[in-house]
């Protein structure tokens, strides 16, 4: 829960961040480190590829903080830039990996094919391998798509935070969650979890 | 069937919570009823329930020091500019090359020159001795050259008497 004088401390922070105090930067990198691992995390998918993500988007809340106007939130602006870099990685690994992604493998190591039909049997699956074949088709999610659903439903960002973040109205966001959600529904409907 | 769906546009919604009262209540009437419905709105608890669930890594502390040692090398290679010598520093040669370059070049020229003219004045001195030599060999000529000569001088005298 974020108190009134804990907005009054971040405005503090980023004026003395803004006359370029090192000690304040240190600070806020300590306030939002965890957070922002965690949406990185979420969208770039390794523990390795989030702390450069993260690195990146934290040097450029130094190098660009002169722009942030105050009249919106910080963390707001925080994550759009957390975004945008992930975003940016995610693009770049895609180039190079030219748009490969793995095969499915089940518990006895045979390949899945990501079922996408709803004349097949119901496969029970367990939570486990659930929880994989969604992050696989999450991953597929369109890029706006992704993004909605992971800050939302991942990271517990609220919609206006997320239309905020992303520079959209609340209207769009909605939009983008209800396709989310009703493809991801689509491509599992085959599953079950057990 | 198209009550289903009217409710199956609306089911995620219903899910956040996000319908207006009478909305939600209509929906949870229908829910109640209709099994299909029942079984898609289980399909996005099932979905948005294992995505809310995923295991995100806590990073140790010793994890974020190193984080922090490493952003703030990001940061300061960033924040210092990078060194681009100006057109004198890149043409210029540096001290500690030009002193012993020019020494060397001086002695090197001042043993040239040394060796020079000691070959000049060998050169010399050999000419000297080649042309000795060579007046030497034809002394016999010379003196009756000089015996012409002499006779002639006689003869001047002689005729002047």
């Not at chain 1, 922070?13 to 090192?22: E, F, P, S």
């Not at chain 1, 450029?60 to 975004?83: C, G, H, M, Q």
């Not at chain 2, 806590?58 to 290679?77: I, R, S, V, Y």
Request: hydrophobic letters at 40%.
């Amino acid at each position: 829960m974020v108190t009134e004088s804990d907005k009054q401390e971040e405005k503090m922070l980023i004026v003395r961040l803004k006359q370029g105090q090192r000690s304040a930067f240190d600070v806020l990198v300590q306030q939002y480190r965890q957070r922002g691992f965690a949406i990185c995390y979420n969208l770039v998918g390794s523990p390795e590829d989030a702390q450069d993500v993260l690195q990146d988007a934290f040097i450029k809340v130094y190098r660009n903080i002169k722009n942030f106007r105050e009249d919106a939130a910080f963390s707001t602006w925080f994550y759009r830039i957390l975004t945008n870099c992930s975003l940016d990685f995610l693009r770049k690994k895609k180039v190079l990996s030219k748009h490969f992604t793995g095969p499915l493998i089940d518990e006895e190591g045979k390949e899945q094919d990501i079922a996408d039909s709803h004349s097949e049997p119901v496969r029970i699956l367990s939570a486990q391998e659930f929880a994989r074949n969604l992050d696989l088709h999450i991953e597929q999610l369109p890029e706006k798509q992704k993004v909605c659903f992971i800050l939302k439903h991942q990271n517990r960002l609220s919609n206006q935070e997320i239309a905020q973040t992303l520079g959209c109205s609340l209207g769009t966001v909605k939009v983008h969650l209800f396709r989310a959600v009703r493809a991801l529904q689509r491509k599992l409907s085959v599953y079950s979890v057990q | 069937m198209i009550r289903c769906l009217f409710i199956k546009r609306k089911l995620y919604d219903y899910f956040d919570n996000s319908l207006s009262e009478i909305e939600q209540s209509k929906i949870k009437e229908h829910l109640d009823s209709c099994a299909g419905c029942r079984n898609n709105l289980k399909k996005i608890h099932e979905v948005i329930d294992t995505a809310g669930s995923k295991n995100i890594p806590h990073p140790t502390e010793e994890f974020w020091n190193k984080f922090q040692g490493e952003l703030d090398d990001k940061l300061n290679d960033v924040l210092t500019p990078a060194y681009k010598p100006g057109f004198r520093e890149r043409f210029s040669i540096k001290s500690v090359v030009l002193v012993p370059s020019v020494s060397v070049l001086v002695l090197v020229m001042a043993v040239s020159i040394q060796s020079n003219h000691r070959n000049s004045t060998d050169r010399f001195h050999q000419a000297m001795l080649d042309e000795m030599n060579v007046l030497e060999e034809v002394s016999p000529a010379t003196t009756f050259n000089n015996g012409i000569e002499f006779s002639l001088d006689e003869a001047v005298l002689a005729s002047e008497m």
